[in-house]
């Protein structure tokens, strides 16, 4: 039978492709449509539902299929692709051939899925494809330019198994006994020797700095290692973080690595899969706070992350410890430098910073510090004061200076700086505070109750309440000036209710300043009940 009349008989070969694309502009929504019309457009909440739902659809087409046709022709060549194609002036044409197979490829950024049924030549030379099924068909294919056998001599086979198929029109064919089939003029058509199937590249990748075997068995568990670590440089990479992306990606990592280590008996692999679980469950954490899921009344926090909300506690106890200069404005303000230069010990200030803050007479409170040898300046107090944003003030906090090989008496890192100067700016300048000249020990007991409140606002760990002593320690001020100061703070709305009894300080943080909150880790024990009866010295003020 002519080849002509072959390439006739065959069916056109399948494909499947599922795309990812945005619903629109700063939309966290992602749409999953697929080649098939059949199938109808699908919207997902994120990206990473996305990703799933596409691979899981993708495998539902790959199962209805029921594993590639042998008379199919190859979909790759029928569509015109040039993934795989030789180029260069004198390279031949790409030649289709061996069993038909069904492949997958998948976008390494996650954007698109496909399979399609195409040669098993086709399928070896595209760079990212993966072979799910063949059919048994012949491995192997006759080459361009073989030489012909001598006259009489054996006509060989190919792959050993009846007559191949071959989708490339002008392709030899050959009988079930293994002579060749007459061409068109009635002479034997040349046939070539069979040129030896293309060895696949061996798959290997690389995670957490280590290097994939590619003798890893099983194999399902070298193919996942790689794709995790392609993923991982892929997230990386992105502009904008997707932290339940981030979180799945270490909960495959863990079970991978748990897995790997089980198969090569490394226990250094089984210490990273626990730390992968440990910041998988950190990224959860970041991401129910970022986005108020799992929140009570679904906060979105001003600090984020836990580490944060210890850190702001840390740095408020430092400056509690660490103020030379007595009184509530230069304890703000020496909290506000301190955040400025927490991580070198030095940093730039503005004239529009200092004036900004809510101090009575910054010039003088600024000049006590500077002469008590806190604080140091390049010029005077008054340059300062009239610097201009282009033009800011370098400063120099001596006692904040890292020693040598250290990061300084916080550790923090320059983003979480910059987020706890930004949460503690905006404490103290609160619209309804900033409305009303609230003083500075107000202002302080403001960020001291935010920094020591739990999830729903409730102050102190389990609303077990806060200690009198601290609190006025803090702000600078007598344990007897700290009722007047609470009275204030729940008539601006910036605590629901609050009661000084027996020196603690129970209470809750207004609605509207729940972002504010660094919920303090739950109590090992139950706070014991207190009694309902109100004593001597019992001050309570409730916002109604």
């Known amino acids: ?34 080649s098939r019309p059949a199938c109808a457009t ?10 799933t739902y596409a691979g899981a659809h993708l495998t539902a087409h790959l199962r209805a299929a029921g594993g590639p046709r042998p008379d199919a022709a190859c979909a790759c060549r029928a569509e015109g692709c040039q993934a795989h194609a030789e180029t260069g002036r004198n390279a031949p044409a790409p030649q289709c051939g061996g069993a038909v197979v069904l492949a997958v490829a998948v ?10 049924e195409c040669c098993a030549r086709c399928a070896a030379a595209h760079p990212t494809a993966r072979v799910v099924a063949s059919t048994q068909g012949p491995s192997a294919v006759p080459a361009q330019g ?12 190919v792959g050993g198994v009846g007559a191949p198929l071959f989708s490339a029109a002008g392709a030899p064919a050959f009988s079930a006994a293994g002579a060749p089939v007459p061409g068109p003029g009635g002479g034997a058509a040349p046939h070539r020797t069979a040129a030896p199937r293309p060895r696949r590249p061996r798959r290997q990748g690389k995670i957490a700095q280590r290097l994939v075997p590619h003798d890893l068995r099983p194999v399902s568990l070298r193919d996942e290692l790689i794709e995790l670590g392609d993923a991982f440089r892929t997230y990386q990479k992105s502009g904008e973080p997707d932290l339940a992306a981030l979180a799945d990606l270490h909960e495959r990592k863990a079970r991978a690595f748990v897995t790997w280590a089980a198969a090569t008996g490394d226990d250094s692999l089984r210490a990273e899969a626990e730390r992968a679980e440990q910041a998988a469950a950190t990224a959860r954490t970041q991401h129910a706070h970022r986005t108020g899921e799992g929140v009570p009344g679904g906060i979105e926090r001003v600090l984020t992350s836990p580490n944060h909300w210890t850190h702001a506690r840390t740095v408020l106890a430092h400056v509690r410890d660490n103020s030379p200069v007595p009184g509530p404005e230069a304890r703000l303000l020496i909290l506000l430098l301190t955040l400025r230069s927490a991580r070198t010990g030095s940093g730039n200030v503005t004239g529009q910073d200092v004036n900004g803050w809510p101090l009575g007479d910054p010039e003088q409170v600024l000049q006590d510090l500077v002469d008590s040898g806190w604080i140091q300046l390049p010029s005077t107090v008054q340059d300062l004061l009239t610097s201009a944003p282009e033009d800011p003030t370098a400063i120099l906090v001596p006692t904040l200076v890292p020693a040598p090989g250290t990061v300084g008496p916080f550790g923090f890192g320059k983003v979480a700086r910059t987020k706890l100067s930004g949460w503690a700016q905006k404490g103290v300048g609160d619209r309804k505070l900033r409305k009303k000249k609230t003083p500075a020990a107000t202002r302080l007991l403001a960020l001291a109750c935010a920094a020591h409140s739990s999830g729903d606002g409730s102050l102190g760990s389990g609303g077990e309440g806060l200690e009198a002593a601290e609190l006025a320690a803090f702000c600078a001020i007598d344990s007897s000036q700290l009722a007047e100061h609470l009275d204030q703070l729940v008539a601006f709305d910036w ?44 001050h309570v003020v409730r916002n109604t």
């Not at 976008?107 to 399609?116: F, I, L």
């Not at 209470?507 to 972002?515: I, K």
């Open 1 to 34: 039978m002519a080849q002509a009349q072959v390439d006739s008989e065959r069916v056109a070969g399948r494909s499947w492709t599922v795309r990812l694309g945005a619903v629109g502009r700063d939309v966290a929504a992602v749409k999953v449509d697929c």
């Open 42 to 51: 699908r919207q997902l909440a994120s990206a990473a539902e996305g990703r």
């Open 107 to 116: 976008d390494p950024m996650g954007r698109w899925w496909r399979a399609w």
């Open 146 to 157: 073989a030489a012909v056998p001598a006259q009489g001599g054996p006509v060989p086979t």
């Open 495 to 538: 605590l629901a209710e609050a009661s000084l009894s027996e020196g603690r300080v129970t209470g809750r943080l207004s609605e509207r300043v729940l972002p504010f909150g660094c919920p303090l880790p739950s109590s090992a024990s139950s706070p014991e009940p207190v009694d309902e009866e109100e004593g001597p010295g019992h």
